[in-house]
């Protein structure tokens, strides 16, 4: 980081990925592990009729953000008390993401991340593709993309490998 970088306070990103804990319980995790969906009581989120949940996880969603900040330069020139002056702006884009904080619940119909900004509620029918990672989970709705991190990411997408499964008679 530069001296320009440091008084006008752009930052380069973190390229440390974040962690986050888990609150699933055990024998919920083995059952998804042995390819039986666990059924889950949760008094936060109101299901509808002959809905049941079955992955309840803290989740930290990333959302990219553009960061924009600008490098000013300048030069000038005192002659017999003739001033020439130059300068010009520079702007300088980054690519962040902001981390916001939720709780993700799958049922056997919907997805849900819980959170105090950028919640979502989506059917499972309105699901495009899930990609897992190690430890996230990014899926598809249509045009709209979430990349959520979780603690484990290859039990999420073998909940919804599971639902998939049921969800075509397989």
């Known amino acids: 980081m530069g001296l320009m970088d440091a008084l006008i ?13 888990t609150i699933l319980p055990d024998e919920a995790k083995n059952e998804i592990i042995n390819s039986r969906l666990p059924h889950l009581i949760t008094d936060k989120v109101f299901l509808k009729k002959g809905e049941v949940c079955h992955y309840i996880d803290k989740s930290l969603m990333m959302k990219p953000v553009t960061k924009r900040a600008y490098n000013a330069t300048g030069f000038g020139v005192a002659i017999f008390g003739l001033q020439i002056r130059k300068g010009f702006i ?30 979502f ?11 897992p990672y190690a430890n996230g989970i990014a899926m598809q709705y249509g045009g709209t993309h979430y990349c959520l991190i979780v603690p484990n ?3 999420v997408n073998k909940v919804y490998s ?9």
Do not use: C, M, W
């Open 9 to 21: 306070g752009y930052e380069k990103p973190s390229t440390d990925t974040p962690t986050v804990s």
């Open 90 to 119: 520079l702007p300088i884009e980054g690519q962040e993401h902001e981390q916001i904080k939720g709780i993700i619940y799958v049922t056997n119909r919907r997805t849900i991340f819980q959170a105090t900004s950028n919640g």
């Open 121 to 131: 509620d989506k059917p499972h029918s309105a699901l495009t593709s899930v990609t």
């Open 153 to 155: 990411g290859s039990i």
């Open 162 to 170: 599971i639902i998939r499964e049921k969800i075509r008679g397989v």
